[in-house]
């Protein structure tokens, strides 16, 4: 996130923003401790003066009465402060759980193209150690504030009705610690800031370190990644030193700065000597000089923890502030051509391929062409409209209509004019070398990212006028490594849908060839999948996210390289499943399985993010361009068993 200074002020707004509903009870609990802290303050000087009175008179009866003063009064400030404390602690805690509350369901809203430019670990650390900052903040500084200022100015005030000249002497001798101070408060701000910075960084690189564990192992990375740990560790140990030697350095000065506390104490002891009827109030001033001195000495001390920990608050705050997915898409500005829909744009194309068609002495619907969209002969089985769809109203599945994309900070586009159909119940296959714009076509299409410009269409109702709620329901989607959520196999399949009974979940399993190994399975189905499913293989997790796709019964299938990562003997059990899948279901797939786009009712070639050719397998071959290449080298790298 880009480190601008803003100010502390809409930082504490914010925060402040939380607070609120829990304000009654935060400020019962700060003005009760800082009263506690004031008045014990004030009754011990009072009982110090009541006690050396009585010393000075000699008087039995006046050390008595004290002291059932002294004992009543403590008891009573013991229970008063518990229960100030208690409203205090629960009003905080209930603010950063609200605050962490805000948090999460941010990350949930914040869009991706902004997520992908941070590092996890950095998002991590801002729920976790900036958060406890927040709350150390709230709990901590702004308490100690309080506290210092209450009892500070209450005893100086204190002070100065007992007697005005030692009072005063002594608020000035106060002074003079923050005079001390004061030099130290940016410094040690700065190296709390700095000591932050290179916590966060070494989070991200522990992150790196976890998630990466396979990498790291198998490529022999532990002495690089290690290094880099360490290089990071050592940058935190040196914050932390400069931090405590900046404390080190304000704690002598503050040391030092109680000589003028002791030569407070020589002149009221003067005072005292030359006139004995001052020796109570003296002895007094002594205990009152404490928190006046507290006050001038802390604050600076304080005021610097308090922007240390605002460094915290304004990392949560940044996250706070992201801007996030919007309801729906806003239709982008630029438009195909001046005074044309898209629609119309799509049929004028449509028209164009017409002619070229015919002008090649062949119907349009036989031929493959390049860079033209292409349609099947013969109109689609009309496709029973799933409930999903209710209030779309065309039949057909999906049109991507010229549609361009450009990822955030990347200065080419990802995708340029691509312009497809998928009609109801036909598969589509999308090929094309690494790098070349199928997945993020796929994503676009599912409405992860807002086109840059162009549309998408399902049956009928552009993505613009959906929301990306209703939007993304269209469609099941496997990835090719699909995530799995810590919990149980069942809960995993479920994806949040809602239960349909143990039943339909075993069913969707079966199809998915899922049943045999999650049964097998110590705990069957309420077995834990662990971190991502690290206890699977991944030919398990693709099977899992097959069945949770068949239970999703989306009306559009999406299927990115679904086999790609995985050995030839879970191939078989997966794609086996993944056949059954797409059965009768408008699918489109990015596939490396020469079988699979073999039985393809259009193939899309995807080259340098645009359609480069489009057709059947056998026209496609017959063009000998990038397609039958393809082939050739198996298909996007993996080489396939199956022959052409
Ligand atoms: N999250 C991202 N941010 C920026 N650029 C990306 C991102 N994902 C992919 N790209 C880039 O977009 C282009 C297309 O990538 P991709 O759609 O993954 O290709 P394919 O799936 O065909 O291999 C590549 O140049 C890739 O580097
Ligand atoms: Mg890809």
Not at 476 to 501: C, H, K, M, R, W
Request: charged share 20%; aromatic share 6%.
């Amino acid at each position: 996130m880009e480190r601008q200074e803003p100010g502390r002020l809409p930082i504490l707004k914010k925060i402040l923003a939380f607070l609120k509903p829990h304000a009654l009870g935060y400020a019962a609990g700060i003005i009760g401790i800082g009263f506690a802290n004031f008045f014990m303050n004030v009754f011990l000087a009072r009982i110090l003066m009541d006690l050396t009175r009585g010393i000075m008179e000699l008087s039995r009866q006046q050390l008595a009465l004290t002291t059932e003063i002294m004992v009543g009064g403590t008891l009573f400030m013991v229970i008063w402060v518990f229960g100030s404390g208690r409203l205090l602690v629960f009003s905080i805690h209930r603010t950063v759980n609200d605050v962490r509350r805000a948090l999460f369901e941010k990350y949930l809203d914040i869009p991706l193209g902004e997520i992908e430019q941070r590092h996890s670990g950095d998002l991590l650390s801002r729920s976790t150690t900036s958060l406890r900052q927040v709350s150390s903040l709230l709990m901590g500084e702004v308490q100690m504030f309080m506290n210092t200022a209450f009892s500070g100015i209450g005893s100086a005030v204190y002070m100065v009705r007992l007697d005005p000249r030692m009072g005063m002497a002594g608020i000035l001798c106060g002074v003079v610690p923050l005079l001390v101070n004061l030099p130290f408060a940016n410094p040690l701000r700065d190296a709390g800031m700095k000591y932050q910075e290179t916590q966060a960084t070494f989070t991200q690189r522990m992150s790196d370190l976890i998630n990466g564990r396979d990498t790291i192992r198998h490529m022999n990375l532990t002495g690089y990644a290690a290094e880099r740990a360490g290089e990071s560790s050592r940058m935190v140990l040196r914050a932390g030193m400069r931090q405590v030697g900046v404390s080190a350095g304000r704690s002598v000065a503050g040391s030092i700065s109680v000589l003028s506390s002791q030569a407070f104490f020589i002149y009221v002891s003067i005072l005292g000597i030359q006139n004995p009827s001052l020796i109570p109030a003296a002895v007094a001033m002594v205990q009152l000089a404490n928190p006046v001195r507290r006050l001038f000495g802390s604050m600076g001390g304080i005021i610097a923890a308090i922007n240390t920990n605002m460094g915290g608050a304004q990392r949560v705050v940044e996250v706070l502030d992201l801007p996030g997915e919007p309801v729906r898409y806003a239709r982008p500005e630029v438009s195909p051509e001046p005074g044309q829909t898209d629609m119309e744009a799509h049929q004028t194309e449509l028209a164009a391929i017409a002619t070229e068609g015919s002008e090649a002495g062949e119907p349009a619907s036989a031929g493959p062409s390049r860079h033209l969209p292409h349609r099947l002969p013969g109109q689609a089985t009309p496709w029973e409209i799933p409930v999903s769809v209710r209030g779309f109203d065309d039949l057909t599945p999906l049109r991507v209509s010229d549609l361009s994309f450009r990822y955030q900070r990347s200065d080419k586009p990802a995708l340029t004019g691509v312009s497809f159909v998928l009609e109801s119940g036909r598969r589509t296959a999308l090929v094309g070398p690494s790098g070349g714009g199928k997945s993020t076509l796929v994503k676009l299409i599912m409405g992860l990212y807002p086109p840059t410009c162009g549309d998408v269409l399902a049956f009928g109702k552009s993505i613009y006028d959906t929301s990306l709620t209703d939007w993304r329901r269209l469609f099941s989607y496997v990835p090719q490594d699909a995530f799995l959520f810590a919990g149980t196999v069942y809960e995993n399949i479920l994806g949040g849908l809602d239960d349909p009974g143990p039943e339909k979940v075993e069913e969707a399993a079966r199809l998915a060839n899922a049943h045999e190994f999650i049964a097998a399975l110590p705990d069957g189905y309420s077995s834990l999948v662990g971190e991502r499913g690290a206890t699977l293989s991944g030919g398990q997790r693709q099977r899992i996210a097959i069945a949770r796709a068949i239970l999703r019964d989306s009306p559009i299938l999406l299927l990115d390289e679904a086999t790609a990562s995985l050995d030839t003997e879970s191939e078989a059990l997966v794609q086996d499943a993944l056949d059954r899948l797409m059965a009768n279901r408008t699918t489109l797939v990015v596939a490396h399985r020469l079988s699979t786009v073999r039985e393809a009712d259009e193939i899309l070639v995807m080259a340098g993010g645009t359609v480069v050719e489009r057709g059947r397998h056998a026209e496609l071959m017959a063009l000998c361009g990038t397609y039958s290449q393809l082939v050739e080298e198996g298909l996007g790298g993996k080489k396939t068993q199956d022959s052409v």
